[in-house]
């Protein structure tokens, strides 16, 4: 048995990659005038922005230097160069309710594989994202 877990580790290649999340707009009437923050969690690790206060039309921007910025291992077959194997991230809004105190709004869950380059270089990509539970995805 630890002879073929051993063989299958042999045949990953660990990739460390660093990535920014930037430009990031939160945008819900209900939000008016709360402060937020975004979280980034991924299997015990994580990292929050600096808040931002929504205003009257319930929008908080999150821009440079404000970003969110991490590293994570990927791993790609070594076989198989051009697949790198999936890993999971989660973007959660929440409001700072009090100093060290927060309260999940919604959140995301997205594969940072889809965003690393197989060459490793840097790269720029943008998407939107549609928070799912709690206030933020409902209506006002």
């Known amino acids: 048995m630890l002879g073929k877990l051993m063989r299958h580790v042999e045949q990953k290649e660990e990739i460390c990659f660093e990535f920014e999340i930037t430009n990031i707009d939160v945008t819900q009437p209900i939000l008016r005038h ?4 975004v979280r980034w969690a991924r299997h015990g690790k994580g990292g929050l922005s600096k808040t931002s206060v929504a205003d009257a039309s319930g929008k908080a921007t999150f821009d440079p230097p404000d970003g969110l910025k991490f590293k994570a291992t990927l ?18 809004v929440e409001e700072v309710v009090k100093a060290g105190k927060s309260q999940p709004l ?12 197989h060459d490793q270089s840097a790269t720029k990509s943008t998407c939107q994202v549609v928070l799912d539970g709690g206030i933020a995805a409902g209506a006002e």
Request: hydrophobic share 30%.
């Open 106 to 117: 919604g959140s995301v869950k997205f594969d940072l594989a889809h965003y690393a380059n």
């Open 75 to 92: 791993y790609r077959n070594k076989e198989k160069k051009h697949r790198i194997d999936p890993k999971e991230i989660k973007l959660s």
């Open 34 to 37: 709360r402060l937020l923050a």
